[in-house]
């Protein structure tokens, strides 16, 4: 559910973009997740980020893949 993925989802935004997810993301995301994607995929779509990587590059955070 909704109620269940979206800390999980913003816990991503916290980790590899340093803030927490905007509803605009939040919802492109969850409607992501509820058409198949996996919490995996959506993982790495925000690990590897045109924003994480400036992120990564201004604080030493090395993205996921």
Known sequence: SNAEVRP???SFYRQYLGRNA????LRSYL????DGQSLQQ?????ANSQEARNYS??????YYR
């Open 8 to 10: 999980i989802i913003n």
């Open 22 to 25: 905007d509803s605009e993301g």
């Open 31 to 34: 409607n992501a997740y509820r």
């Open 42 to 46: 959506i993982r790495s779509s925000i």
């Open 57 to 62: 590059r201004n604080y030493g955070y090395k």
